[in-house]
């Protein structure tokens, strides 16, 4: 009736269930992301690549709905990211306009997503000198507006241009040097007047938040200006908030909408400022699909999205684990559980209060100044340099703690390495051999993941993305300009395995399946609470207190707007490492499946000269 075999088949049934569940679920995922993207498959969607004329290979996506076609052409919009984005940051955008009609472009600029970096003068992994960026500033996006405009299915009388942030003054200068049907800006007045010279005869919309990249004051100003050079308001006027000044019928308008509680990051997930851009936009062109601009979907695709990055690391983690039980080389490196000498009373207490109090002191001082030493020493890829300056910097406090564990609780028991997950079970020694096929087995797991990614935005168009964070296909030929990324990642993750499954490890209940299910919810909580908590916080008194002053917690060098898919990472981290120690008794699976894993996630969606050459 004890048959340890039956047991043991029952266990791997157990296994390959979680993994199928989880395959199919992504797969679904998948299919439901691109359903809703695609407008219910009324929309193709497809990655594009040109030659520019300076050599240099720049990538965009084109959506382009069923009914645009040679005999019966469609109106167009050109969509223009910003510093900290790329093409797949107007996805919410992209999948309204899709939906009414419109053939949508939406570049990646130079250095973001798959774009190769500008040259000149550019370094690599930065975003070109501020003078370069100006004189330079219309080439790329004219590139794409040059494509958009060859379109046969485009109705060139009727097409757009969009911008946000930096996007913003591109998108003017281009739509007064080619005179475009109109210009619609979001967050722009941060640049101030937004390079238009009064020859403009299009419509105007500008967007901004209360809670925007200057005070309410300036932004203002600013809008006021745009309007007085484009010949709506005299000089020194101001404009009135969402007034509508000349006609739709005429093609000659402009109008300024304030969004309340929207700060500048936020434009790509914020009704008021999507549907603004949707009511001017089919005022002005007679679309060939009305939808009124409270009809929106995208953030449908955005909770699939975010459905999507969990259901796709679960699957990989399984996936991990079943190669073991399959692969008979690979058996080795599961072993029996080390004994559970955590850190007690006082020292437990410590292990978990202080680290989120080190988090905030991060946050707020940049890590203690390391984020600028990494930005000065080659390690700047725009935003998620900030996320990696509090994954090094943990660390760095986690090795102090590990000192701290090791001479205290660990030295009451006699441990040893095997006791902290690193060694043979049998040796009691670091086994090279082991940890080599523990990595090699991440780089089977983490190729078959991304060869998946790659077949789904091949066939489908779209990946796994929610907001600023999520997973997508690597371009191969940028992928050595990530190894210095992921070989700091990995062995940041040595140390953050250790601290979460060794040093904070609780005191066994006597039931295994309780003490893991105590494990992932301490692990989680502990690793997402001070930076989750702080972002909220931060939200809160941005949109609601300080809105018209935005200086509140600006001092922080972590720029915590930009941070906010950090959680989602560490809760992926968290439960990887914890579920995999568990299950192998190592903390070389976790160590290299997981922290390749969150580096990519981390590295892959975002930011200005994260992909240079």
Not at 161 to 179: D, F, T, W
Not at 461 to 468: A, I, Q, R, S, V
Request: charge should be neutral; glycine fraction near 8%.
């Amino acid at each position: 009736m004890n048959d340890p075999c039956l047991k043991e088949r029952g266990n791997n049934e157990e296994k390959y269930k979680r993994l199928i569940i989880t395959v199919v679920l992504t797969v679904l995922l998948s299919l439901l992301n691109w359903y809703i993207v695609s407008d219910h498959g009324n929309v193709k969607i497809q990655r594009v690549h040109m030659t520019g004329d300076d050599g240099f290979d720049y990538s965009g996506l084109v959506y382009t709905p069923k009914q645009a076609r040679t005999d019966n052409k469609a109106p167009g919009i050109l969509m223009v990211h910003g510093a900290a984005g790329n093409a797949r940051n107007h996805e919410s955008w992209a999948v309204e306009f899709a939906r009414r009609g419109f053939v949508v472009v939406s570049i990646d600029w130079n250095g973001a997503g798959e774009s190769d970096s500008y040259g000149g003068s550019v370094v690599p992994g930065q975003a070109p000198p501020i003078p370069e960026y100006w004189e330079r500033e219309i080439t790329i996006p004219e590139y794409w507006l040059k494509y958009l405009l060859n379109m046969t299915n485009v109705d060139t009388d009727n097409v757009i241009i969009s911008g946000h942030s930096m996007g913003c003054p591109s998108s003017a200068l281009l739509s007064e040097k080619y005179q475009l049907k109109g210009a619609i800006l979001a967050g722009g007045s941060r640049a101030g007047t937004q390079r238009w010279t009064g020859a403009y005869n299009g419509a105007v919309l500008l967007t901004t938040g209360t809670s925007d990249s200057n005070s309410y004051e300036t932004n203002l100003q600013n809008c006021s200006i745009d309007a007085q050079i484009n010949g709506f308001i005299k000089e020194g006027e101001l404009i009135e908030w969402n007034k509508v000044y000349g006609s739709f019928e005429s093609g000659k308008v402009f109008q300024s909408v304030l969004v309340p509680k929207q700060n500048h990051e936020f434009a790509f997930a914020n009704k008021m400022t999507i549907g603004s851009f949707l009511d001017f936009s089919q005022k002005l062109i007679e679309v060939p699909n009305y939808i009124d601009d409270s009809d929106q979907v995208w953030f449908n695709k955005d909770i699939v999205g975010q459905l999507g990055i969990y259901s796709f690391a679960a699957m990989l983690v399984f996936l991990y684990l079943f190669i073991l039980d399959q692969v008979p080389a690979f058996a080795e490196i599961r072993q029996s559980m080390p004994r559970n000498i955590g850190l007690r009373k006082v020292g437990l207490a410590i292990a978990i209060v202080l680290p989120m109090l080190v988090m905030v002191l991060y946050m707020k001082t940049g890590t203690l100044g390391l984020l600028s030493f990494m930005q000065s020493h080659g390690f700047d890829m725009g935003h998620p340099t900030r996320a990696l300056s509090l994954v090094v910097g943990s660390a760095l406090f986690g090795l102090v703690m590990l000192y701290v564990f090791w001479v205290t609780d660990a030295k009451k028991v006699n441990a040893d390495l095997y006791d902290l997950g690193l060694a043979d079970e049998k040796t009691r020694k670091i086994e090279p051999k082991k940890v080599f096929k523990s990595l090699v087995v991440a780089i089977i797991i983490v190729t078959i993941g991304w060869t998946y990614l790659d077949m789904q935005t091949k066939l489908l168009g779209t990946d796994f993305y929610c907001l600023f964070w999520g997973f997508k296909p690597i371009a191969w030929n940028k992928f050595k300009f990530l190894f210095p990324y992921i070989i700091v990642w990995v062995l940041c993750f040595i140390l953050s395995n250790l601290s979460m499954n060794v040093e904070r490890r609780l005191p066994s209940t006597g039931d295994e399946k309780k003490d893991a299910i105590r494990q992932y919810v301490m692990n989680i909580v502990l690793s997402i609470l001070p930076i989750s908590v702080i972002i909220i916080v931060q939200f809160y008194l941005q949109l609601n207190v300080a809105y018209r002053d935005y200086t509140v917690m600006q001092a922080w060098s972590s720029e915590l707007t930009r941070l906010w898919g950090m959680p989602v990472g560490m809760s992926i981290g968290a439960f990887g490492n914890t579920y995999l120690y568990r299950k192998t008794g190592s903390i070389w699976p976790g160590v290299f499946l997981m922290g390749i894993l969150c580096c990519l996630g981390a590295v892959m969606y975002g930011q200005y000269g994260c992909y240079t050459g």
